[in-house]
């Protein structure tokens, strides 16, 4: 088994009064596509914003890289933040900046690196994604599918060893979709990195995961292998196998 990057033990969160996540326990193992699934509501996006710390726990610990992170000052927590890539939902890149200048940003704000190094760690990025032309361009002269891993190209531009995804391929067309898929499959092949996608489309599923937890109204309900959640006698995880929506 590989090394635990991220441990979470008995994770709750509160807004005002409501419990949104409970108790949550989980281990997300180097290099593996971890899938987080739920039907829309249940938390995965929360859960994903306490691991980043975009969010407080009212409950419980967060380790990454082996250390507590609900309790490192705001230094050490940069540290470690520096280490994770995130591609939001909407992947938000600044319209008025080219692509190569938006995918900089990241290099420019946390590191020495002159610029003419800045410039060939970006342009080996944007190939990574194939990307290579669009260097000049502006968001809005790109695709749908090609911003998305423009964004992507930004978040591993400083060789995350982590990188999360929140619903990466929503809005994509089924072609688009799997070119996506394929550059994750790529980023844990050729750079080893961990990868915890949320994502409710079953072909991407299958493409990626190697494990998928299922939650469910701020729960756990399943952490497993691809193949193991099949086979498991959950009627809620059947149902979302058969019918591709919760
Ligand atoms: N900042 C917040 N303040 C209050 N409620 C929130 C906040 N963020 C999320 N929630 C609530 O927490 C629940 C889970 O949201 P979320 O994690 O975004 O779900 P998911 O990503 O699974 O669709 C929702 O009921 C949502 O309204
Ligand atoms: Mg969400």
């Known amino acids: 088994m590989n090394r635990e990057i991220i441990k979470i ?6 807004f005002d009064d409501r419990l949104i996540l409970d108790d949550i326990n989980l281990s997300i193992y180097e290099n593996e596509i971890m899938v987080i699934l739920g039907a829309s509501g249940c938390g995965k996006t929360t859960l994903l914003k306490n691991i980043i710390r975009l969010y407080h726990p009212s409950d ?6 082996g250390k507590e992170i609900t309790r490192l000052d705001e230094i050490e927590f940069n540290d470690i933040l520096k280490k994770i890539g995130v591609l939001f939902q909407n992947g938000a890149l ?8 938006n995918i900089a940003i990241p290099l420019q704000q946390h590191t020495d690196l002159p610029e003419p190094i800045i410039q060939r760690v970006v342009r080996k990025k944007l190939d990574l994604v194939e990307l290579g032309n669009a260097y000049s361009l502006f968001p809005a002269q790109l695709s749908g599918g090609m911003r998305k891993r423009a964004s992507l190209a930004r978040a591993i ?4 060893l982590i990188l999360f995804g929140d619903e990466p391929s929503a809005g994509l067309d ?3 979709s799997a070119g996506l898929d394929e550059l994750i499959l790529k980023l844990k092949h050729i750079l080893k990195m961990t990868i915890v996608i949320v994502t409710h489309e079953l072909a991407s599923i299958h493409r990626i995961a190697d494990r998928v937890t299922f939650l469910e109204q701020g ?3 399943f952490t497993g292998s691809l193949q193991a959640a099949k086979k498991a006698a959950i009627p809620q995880i059947q149902d979302f196998f058969q019918k591709g929506r919760f």
């Open 174 to 176: 089924p072609v688009t």
């Open 157 to 160: 531009v400083m060789d995350p």
């Open 94 to 101: 600044l319209n008025s900046l080219t692509i190569g200048e």
């Open 219 to 221: 729960k756990v309900l």
């Open 60 to 65: 419980g610990e967060i380790e990454i890289f």
């Open 9 to 14: 033990s008995h994770l709750s969160t509160r």
